[in-house]
């Protein structure tokens, strides 16, 4: 059986001004769903509109346009009281944990804050809880009156992932948990992510450009181009049947630790870099490096459609 | 056949004096780089693999950085003790550097071009002229299109993967013999990482340079690097062909690097086998091997004595206790050529 749909994304769209009449159209029409206990994986090189998708989705940004229903409401259109309840329900560990922790505060102050603001737990419980949460994220409970500059990268995102769950939240945005981290460390972590889903039953929506981590972690992957989805499919699918050209170019310049297989496949190489997102271009917004390009992928947008079950795909060609 | 050498590395040390006392970020590093190689040197943050790389370009502040003891030859001569002018015309000219951070490498008050031509001006003495010319001629072997109007726009007006090739530009217009590159893709996304790999294999073979690439990516040197050196807490742990490190990996170490990634290509979600702890602290480095505090192998002799160097092959070296006669024999978590 299937799960409920938690969360649904909706034609959303975040621009921003960037000054001179240009408008940067960071997020230009995403149309997701994100299953309850699922997660799911956003890829994409930087400038693709990635992490503001996953702020949007947590209302970090207003929306400029379309909507993001979540467990039934709609989260850009909440009143006050509904706006706490939400972060309550969800939370996100940022990728950077040497800017994210606030350094003037001690870890047990950081974790707390959320448990304050909600009420949730006060006096000798409220510590309690703090400890148990550093104890759930590996760290132990005299780490609760240190400051964040006393800990190592991959301690202070294990400060992180406990001030999220913090307020037993049901959904967690994750930008790029991990690529500020060393890879024996990464994996720790990674590791500490999912055995807190299978305990806690929570959904991710998992942000990160290292596909092999995305792919080891997600259940479904959304591959981004430009702010737009480009694919959608399960993560062991989209491996073995990347079909937008980007999904392919992309699968294909990932290095594999193997000097066997990395000598003999071929790699195919995208000329040329991202175009700004100011102004994208017209039509497909992949064809300036496409392979395929047609004239009619310079004139219409391809439209986002199931070629398979719960496969994705925006592209003219396929 | 001998290949003939172009840099050894002896027993290297080098030290920083902090207000905190002495961090000894490489203790003791020896390697050699022959003609037209290319080797990797990998390791986490703060292995020491980028110090060794800046201590051979001897671009460390001295102070608080001193080489404490060792040697470095260069081309057949000993360049430990060379004073910062001789230093000047070595680098650039015979040795060339390519940074993590184009960013931050390039000038930003300076057109791209003349930061090209500045190097063949002062080691090649071109007039400007020529050397200008001859910077449209680097950028343009580098791939970067419209070289001749490129050459003079300022660094702000690349993206991030055109400054990282006129960094390499720079780095190889006076055809040094040895090019380091110290994580020269980190900074970049996978797509232009392929771009940049694929151009500096192109000029290696072009341009016969040898090259030292840092990297903590093993997947970056799976394709590029004849032999690899695994460093970790200032030392070598492993070294050997690539093939030695990725299918017959001796140390623990080199072990959790390769486990510790999950591959693109593998079948099940299988769980990832972290290396557990941090690394230790440079300002008091333990007695024994750095470690065996984070080695599920590890023995009573490993918090003790340092391990030496077993050999396994000609090339390929471990610093490691399990590689004794008398050592318990111990499941190896790599299984070899083939196996997922």
Redesign the interface.
Known sequence: MENKKLIEVKDLKKYFNVGNNAILKAVDGLNFFIREGETLGLVG??GCGKSTAGRTIIRLYEATGGEVIFDGINVHKLDKKGAKDFTKKAQMIFQDPYASLDPRMTVGDIIGEGIDIHNLYTGKERMERIYELLHTVGLNREHANRFPHEF?G??RQRIGIARALAVEPQFIVCDEPISAL???????V??LL?NLQREKKLTYLFIA?D???V??ISDRVGVMYLGTMVELASSTEL?KRPTHPYTQ???????????????ARK?I??EG??PSPINPPPGCRFKARCRYATERCSQEIPEFREIDKDHFVACHNV | MEREKILEVKDLHVSFDTYAGEVKAVRGVSFYLNKAEAIAIVG??GCGKSVTAQSIMKLIPMPPGRIKSGNIIFNGVDITKFSDKKMEAIRGSEMGMIFQDPMTSLNPTMVVGKQIAEGLIKHQHLSKKEAMTRAVEMLKLVGIPNPDKRAGQYPHEF????RQRAMIAIALACNPKLLIADEPTTAL???????I??LMKELKSKLDTSIILIT?????V??MAERIIVMYAGKVVESGS??DI?YDPQHPYTW??????????AEN?E??????G?PPDLFAPPKGCAFAARCKYSMEICYEEQPCDMEYNKDHFAACWLGHPDAPKVERPIKG??VK
Not at chain 2, 159 to 162: A, I, V
Not at chain 2, 256 to 265: A, E, F, M, T
Request: proline share 5%; glycine share 6%; net charge negative.
């Open positions: 090189e930087s190592s991959g301690q060393d890879v024996s460390i990464q994996a720790q990674v590791n999912i450009h596909l092999s981590m792919k080891h491996y170019a992309l699968m294909s310049a990932i290095p594999i630790a193997d000097p066997d297989v990395e000598k790699r190489l995208l870099d991202v | 986490e943050s993206s991030g993967g055109m996304d996978v797509t232009i990482q392929a771009q790999l694929d903590h990516d093993l997947g970056v799976a394709d690539v093939e990725f959790g690097l390769l486990k510790s990634v999950p591959r693109l290509d979600k769980q990832l086998v972290p290396i557990t941090t050529r083939g």
